[in-house]
């Protein structure tokens, strides 16, 4: 059986979206509901697909086509080329997804020299019959031929100005007669060739021009933006004309079947009387608010509207639609789901809850996630006109604009005069932090995902663009270089922590409204997922602004951040130092008795500001190197004392210093003396940390709060280290427990990193109460990647030439570290069938993860606290697509 290239309109239906795209799709649809639709066949996505492999299309197509094209001269009672009544159609894109203006569309098709004189004629308006033969040589050449527009543009405007007018509607039938030679020459003097004058070899032209724009430049950018397979292919819809420039009781337009800006429930749009569908978005006339058209044409108004209302019902989502009247005749030309805005997009799929038209699943099915975040931070303004200088890694979103400042001193400075400042450096350290505390964001010209800046400013929810080696930084200069363009000190620029983009001066930046509707759908979202959510947070303010934002505890405390690594107390910088240079026990347990009281202090803020829910926290885990001055730095100092013939006490300092730091330092610190290791080593460390957690879970028992500490072990890969940490965790809280005369709960559990903790994991449950993911770390070693030079040089082009789909960093890769979580989960689950299992890496905010982590039967998700709602909504989806998986494949 010869297989169905090309469908009819009323052959198709709403659910054949893959195969007769978006579009298609949607005219089949309202075909078969009764609206009133220019007849038309679509050709499926598939020829596209098969079309894209060898440049030809098959001979079965094209008969197909011509079969299509003979049903449709049938409907219409008109003949395609007949030079007495001739049938003219457009030819349009329609993908699976929808990829507004991304693809080609050719109109009036079928004109030629007969033709143009039989429309004039049948219509008595000669004027649109050569306005519409004008328009179609334009159109045609540019899209099918190639022919740049500004060369009939030209000869247009040249038009114009001969006879004194401004405006297109101003030029009648002998202007464009006189055009369409000089429009005809133009092709010829470019192809060599005449205009073609036989409308089948047009249509053929036309359909493989827009197969062709499936892989134009602006469709491939578009798909990568968005996420969309390259595979898809496009469908073409083939329809026949219906024309809004036959005069003053014909027009065009678009509307909504509600606001896409704001989600109001209104009729919204716009409409261009005696014109086509390209100029309502072309720009070249001021289109009419759609309000207007219920003066000019109340009928075709009412028809219009009661005919939106009905769509909209139909597909139970706001519509975008298009129409064009051809004298008094309405017509519905297209119809999709309309792009909105992500305000728009909560408000809509909340009314159609309140209004009974979807289901509180389906209103949080309807919102991408991202959105969400876009929303929680302060964006640059849409309309801004921007001077883009470069683009970096976007950190953490939001937008930030201020003046260069390139030292975090001078940057405090500043701050504390009242001026917004942008910090600008190569990278950060923990001894910058306070001039990031001040800074309105962080640009970085090195450095990845996982970097200093990259992490503390989403913790801190400030914007940060990383790893931005377009741009040259001179410290000492005061400036950075990029593109053969200096921007100095105290000059003002804007980064945009949601693109990566480096923009020069100020943008008008819109700060974000929570909507009661924002609140709404996050109060479905947390009815409807399975998966818990927590925040990875550091300090009580962190704590405080993830309960905010509704997280149920904390997945990640990371102790490292309380010394001072990571920032939040540089001032106990010095006494972390002093712990790392002792040279005996003796003087380590001086400093880490100062450290103890420290961080109990802490501890106790941080169980009284989550109070009742859990806190898991991380003992210490990076490299003591980090804590330490950088050793090319602290070299340079000691050459410059040297040479100056200083010999006191301060060069012994900073020579001692200096011998301990290159002592310290690591060949591949990652994969160093760093996490449980250190435990293992100087197990006086660990042993401080676990008394402070233990003293304030004592105190905060006392004072009548809920407290549930989580120890978490990092880095542990032998189950022996993990056997034997928790030996010394165990013993440590029942003497902090006899001491203070009190009883409180407590887990010991550990974080999987490495392959080889994923692969043993039965072994360590056996000891472990629970597993949390360290997934940023777990895809650094399964990889073999290191994050900061990957991203930095070769992950781009990577997922540029698909050697991945996409940066394993951002979204988890489930073929290789997913196998690894999936295999620790089914092993520590037959040892312990109870153990809580959890997520703390960067992936717990991640959409497409968050899914994955649903399917492996995860207890929770964490993430920063201004991802928490994103990850509120994402488990709800997740949980929402397999309740809706499990009960098709029930019903199967």
Not at 363 to 387: G, S, T, W, Y
Not at 454 to 464: E, Y
Not at 657 to 675: D, S, T
Not at 709 to 717: A, D, K, Q, R, Y
Request: proline residues 5%.
């Amino acid at each position: 059986m010869t297989k169905k290239w090309v469908y009819l309109f009323h052959e198709g239906r709403a659910d054949m979206r893959m195969l007769l795209g978006g579009k298609g799709a949607n005219l089949a649809e309202m075909t078969n509901i009764g609206l009133p639709v220019p007849p038309g066949f679509t050709i499926t996505t598939e020829v596209c697909r098969e079309y894209q492999k060898t440049k030809q299309l098959d001979p079965e197509v094209i008969e197909q086509v011509n079969a299509a094209l003979t049903a449709l001269e049938q409907q219409t009672g008109k003949k395609f080329g007949d030079p007495r009544n001739p049938l003219l159609v457009s030819v349009r894109s329609g993908a699976p997804i929808s990829m507004p203006g991304m693809m080609d569309t050719v109109l009036n098709l079928g004109l030629n020299d007969e033709t143009v004189v039989a429309m004039a004629e049948l219509t008595g308006n000669e004027r649109f019959a050569w306005d519409s033969y004008r328009r179609f040589i334009q159109m045609f050449s540019n899209v099918v031929l190639g022919i740049e527009l500004h060369n009939f543009e030209a000869i247009l405007e040249a038009h114009k100005k001969r006879n004194g007018f401004t405006q297109d509607i101003e030029l009648q039938a002998e202007h464009f007669k006189a055009i369409v030679p000089e429009y005809k020459a133009v092709v010829e003097k470019h192809t060599g060739k005449p205009f073609p004058m036989d409308p089948r070899e047009q249509l053929m032209a036309a359909i493989r021009a827009v197969f062709e724009s499936w892989d134009n430049p602006r469709a491939q950018v578009y798909r990568k933006i968005n996420k969309i397979s390259d595979d898809l292919g496009t469908a073409v819809n083939v329809q026949a004309m219906a024309f809004g420039n036959m005069g003053d009781d014909s027009a065009t337009g678009v509307c909504f079947t509600r606001n896409p800006n704001s989600g109001a429930k209104e009729f919204y749009g716009e409409y261009l009387p005696n014109a086509q569908g390209e100029d309502v978005v072309a720009g070249i006339r001021t289109p009419y608010p759609i309000a207007h058209l219920k003066e000019t044409m109340p009928e075709v108004y009412q028809q219009l509207f009661d005919l939106c209302e009905l769509l909209e019902s139909h597909y139970k989502d706001m519509q975008d639609i298009e129409f064009t009247v051809e004298r008094g005749k309405l017509y519905m030309l297209q119809c999709r789901a309309g792009k909105r805005t992500p305000i728009a997009s909560i408000k809509i799929a909340v009314d159609l809850v309140k209004e009974g038209k979807i289901s509180k699943e389906q209103a949080v099915l309807r919102v991408d996630p991202e959105q969400i975040n876009n929303i929680l931070h302060p964006a640059i303004d849409p309309k801004a006109k921007l001077d883009i200088l470069a683009k970096g890694l976007a950190a953490s979103p939001g937008a930030a604009t201020g003046m260069c400042v390139f030292d975090p001193d001078r940057a405090a400075k500043l701050a504390g005069e009242g001026h917004k400042v942008i910090l600008v450096r190569p990278e950060t350290s923990p001894d910058d932090i306070h001039g990031m505390v001040v800074a309105q964001g962080i640009l970085t010209s090195r450095g990845g995902m996982t970097s200093h800046a990259a992490i503390v400013s989403r913790g801190m929810g400030k914007p940060c663009v990383v790893g931005c080696e377009a741009i040259k930084v001179d410290l000492e200069a005061r400036e950075f270089r990029v593109n053969g363009r200096v921007v100095k000190e105290g000059e003002v620029i804007s980064i945009d922590g949601a693109t990566g983009n480096v923009i020069y001066g100020e943008v008008p930046v819109v700060d974000p409204e929570l909507s009661p509707e924002f609140r709404t759908l996050l109060s479905w979202a947390d009815e409807i997922r399975t998966m818990g959510v927590r925040a990875n947070a550091d300090t009580p303010i962190d704590a405080a602004k993830a309960r905010e934002f509704g997280a149920e505890g904390i997945g990640l405390c990371r102790t490292e951040h309380m010394f001072g690594q990571g920032g939040h107390h540089p001032e106990r910088m010095a006494v972390a130092r002093e712990m790392i240079l002792a040279e005996t026990t003796e003087e380590r347990m001086v400093a880490l008795e100062k450290l103890q009281e420290m961080q109990r202090q802490d501890f106790y803020e941080i169980f009284k500001a989550m109070n009742p829910f859990p806190v898991t926290i991380r003992l210490l885990d990076p490299p003591l190197h980090e804590f330490l001055p950088d050793a090319e730095d602290l070299a340079i100092e000691v050459a410059i004392m040297r040479e100056r013939g200083e010999t006191g006490s301060e060069l012994q300092e900073k020579e001692a210093l200096l011998k301990k730091v290159r002592a310290l330092a690591e060949m591949n610190p990652m994969l160093g003396f760093r996490g449980c290791r250190l435990g293992m080593i100087y197990p006086e460390i660990y042993e401080m940390q676990v008394r402070a957690i233990f003293e304030a879970a004592a105190q905060c028992n006392k004072e009548g709060m809920v407290v549930e500490p989580e120890i978490m072990h990092p880095l542990v890969s032998i189950v022996t280290e993990f056997s034997f940490l928790r030996e010394m965790t165990d013993r440590i809280a029942r003497e902090v427990m006899e001491k203070h005369g009190v009883t409180f709960k407590y887990m010991v559990g550990t974080m999987i990193e490495v392959p080889r903790a994923a692969v043993t994991a039965d072994e360590i449950a056996e000891h472990a109460q629970f597993f949390s993911f360290g997934t940023n770390d777990l895809t650094q070693t399964t990889f073999g990647f290191s994050r900061d030079d990957a991203e930095g040089k070769f992950l781009a082009q990577y997922v540029e030439q698909k050697v991945l789909p996409e940066n394993p960093f951002v979204t988890i890769d489930r073929k290789g570290v997913g196998k690894m979580v999936e295999i620790a989960c089914e092993l520590g689950r037959k040892v312990r069938p109870d153990i809580k299992l959890g997520v703390c890496g960067e992936h717990g905010g991640d959409p497409s993860s968050i899914e994955f982590f649903q399917s492996c039967g995860l207890t929770y998700v964490s993430c920063s606290p201004y991802r928490v709602p994103v990850a509120r909504l994402a488990a709800a989806q997740a949980a929402a697509r397999a309740k809706g998986e499990r009960a098709t494949s029930s019903t199967v």
